[in-house]
């Protein structure tokens, strides 16, 4: 019986997460969430079935949340989801969210996890951590890996605790972001040393960006911000707020892992 892990992954958290999870169950298939969008109604996983991605404003991200929604769990013998994150309200309503999408599908949600990675939503006030620091998160995580397998492989029933489930969404207005989100692309700006290499439209997982002369976004944005942090010249941003803000690639995943062409 094989088993599958979903992921949905900007700079690379994500992707690792879930091939480290999954590297450790037999039989088990790793499966972009963005390449295969398109055809999510045609999927019937069997066995351990898990869902890895970022936290969004204290929530589910809006493809991910559609992914669940319309993929058919009857055949699972197992779900799960992981949830990543960054910032200290960052664990909060995913595991609700989770419950309730599962619920009006008559599936039931085993168990669901919150791991707490390297920062990189720098759009708001915060920067990446150092490199010292972020090693330090990375041994972290996979100390919370090596927990969440020992749960799953035994399909124990499981779910992190967080104090802003209920309240984080509400405060980080998570219903409009859901609303919003494939527009707020607009604010990208692109400087004049971009030589139209093409690795953001490589990397952007909703294929969201073409270039003439320059990049252009096309209003179907998810903001993971996988263009701004692997722009190799540093020229892209969000805004004026993340001109002096590190940049973040998990240093674990070659770059070809993030292309979607």
């Keep these: 019986m094989e088993n599958t892990i979903y992921y949905f992954t900007g700079t690379g958290n994500s992707l690792k997460i879930a091939k480290d999870l999954c590297s450790k169950l037999n039989n088990c298939n790793v499966v972009s969430i963005a390449k ?26 809006k493809i991910v949340k559609d992914f669940m929604e319309n993929i058919d769990l009857s055949n699972a ?29 008559n599936i039931k949600l085993n168990s669901a996890f919150y791991i707490k990675s390297v920062d990189n939503f720098v759009i708001w006030t915060w920067n990446v951590p150092s490199p ?27 779910f992190d605790k967080s104090i802003t489930e209920y309240i984080g969404p509400i ?24 030589n139209s290499c093409g690795i953001c439209t490589k990397i952007c997982p909703m294929k969201n960006i073409k270039i003439d002369d320059k990049p252009e976004w096309l209003n179907n944005c998810q903001l993971c911000l996988a ?5 190799p010249n540093k020229t892209i941003n969000y805004g004026k707020v993340t001109i002096k803000r590190r940049r973040y690639k998990n240093p674990y995943n070659k770059i070809e892992e993030y292309y979607n062409d």
Excluded at 77 to 91: K, Q
Excluded at 227 to 231: D, L, P
């Design 36 to 61: 295969n969008i398109s055809e999510m109604n045609m999927f019937k996983p069997k066995g351990i079935v898990g869902f890895v991605f970022p936290v969004f404003y204290c929530g589910i991200p």
């Design 77 to 105: 013998s197992y779900v799960f989801i992981t949830a990543v994150y960054g910032a200290f309200l960052g664990n909060a309503g995913c595991i609700s969210q989770g419950k309730d999408i599962l619920k009006k599908k």
């Design 132 to 158: 010292e620091k972020q090693y330090i998160i990375h041994k972290m995580v996979d100390k919370k890996i090596e927990n969440i397998y020992q749960i799953i492989q035994n399909k124990n029933e499981y």
């Design 171 to 194: 405060i980080f207005r998570y219903k409009n972001f859901l609303k919003t989100v494939n527009n707020m692309d607009s604010k990208f700006t692109v400087g004049n040393n971009c």
């Design 227 to 231: 263009c701004f942090h692997m722009c």
